[in-house]
């Protein structure tokens, strides 16, 4: 069965207190790999698609790589308005077309 | 700008009654999607459509049906609302043919008393 799992549930940091969440995926013949970021009371906005092994995207303090079995979300120096949900995503295997979410990490960071 | 909105935002309907979620996208995307979201399960897919008049359930379709009659719109009935229906659903759109980011809406928050 496709499946996705988010560690941790949630993550607290002090402000500059670098750390990763971690995606574990199973799913065979991954499409590709979504991380989405979810802020209280409103959608998912899409941050990063990461397609094959070895990939890695940048976007501010964010850094998101693949491996053949998961994916991490390194967040660096973190300030409070990183604060959120990240929603990890994956396309493939039986669902085909369909993407199969995980339940999240909830990020907060102090200042 | 193209934008997906969805309406009502908040909604608190009585055990029976039928509902209906609007969902508007002018990314004018093919694929669109209804999804559930209760803590501890992460996002669940209702039902999606890859085109007009094309509809298909998702892992937990019962109690709910989806119609699509043009590009821009996919409305969701709950047809006879329970209580467990209570939840946060969220409305996507994808540009179709290859494996895409989805954008989607604000959300709207059900009640079922």
């Known amino acids: 069965e496709d499946q996705v799992t988010q560690s941790p549930e949630a993550l607290r940091l002090q402000e500059g207190e670098s750390s990763s969440l971690n995606c574990s995926y199973t799913?065979?013949?991954?499409?590709?790999l979504f991380w989405y970021r979810q802020d209280p009371g409103k959608g998912p906005e899409f941050l990063f698609t990461?397609?094959?092994a070895g990939e890695e995207k940048e976007k501010e303090r964010l850094k998101a790589t693949l491996t053949k079995k998961e994916s991490f979300l390194h967040i660096t120096a973190p300030k409070p308005e990183d604060s959120a949900t990240y929603l990890c995503?994956?396309?493939?295997?039986?669902?085909?077309?369909?993407?199969?979410f995980g339940a999240g990490t909830r990020l907060f960071v102090k200042a | 700008d193209a934008e997906i909105t969805q309406s009502p935002r908040h909604k608190i309907t009585e055990t029976g009654r039928q509902v209906t979620l609007a969902c508007h996208q002018t990314?004018?995307?093919?694929?669109m999607f209804w999804y559930r979201q209760d803590l501890g399960h992460g996002l669940r897919l209702i039902h999606y459509?890859?085109?007009?008049?094309?509809?298909n359930k998702g892992e937990v379709s019962d109690g709910y049906s989806v119609s699509r009659s043009n590009t821009e719109d996919l409305p969701l009935t709950l047809e006879s609302a329970a209580s467990s229906q209570t939840s946060v659903y969220f409305c996507?759109?994808?540009?179709?043919?290859?494996?895409?980011?989805?954008?989607f809406g604000p959300g709207t928050r059900l009640t079922v008393l």
């Open positions: 990461l397609y094959s």
């Open positions: 996507a759109s994808r540009a179709g043919g290859s494996y895409n980011e989805q954008f």
């Open positions: 995503a994956v396309q493939g295997g039986t669902g085909g077309f369909k993407t199969i």
């Open positions: 990314w004018n995307h093919n694929n």
């Open positions: 799913v065979s013949g991954l499409r590709g």
């Open positions: 459509s890859y085109g007009v008049q094309d509809t």
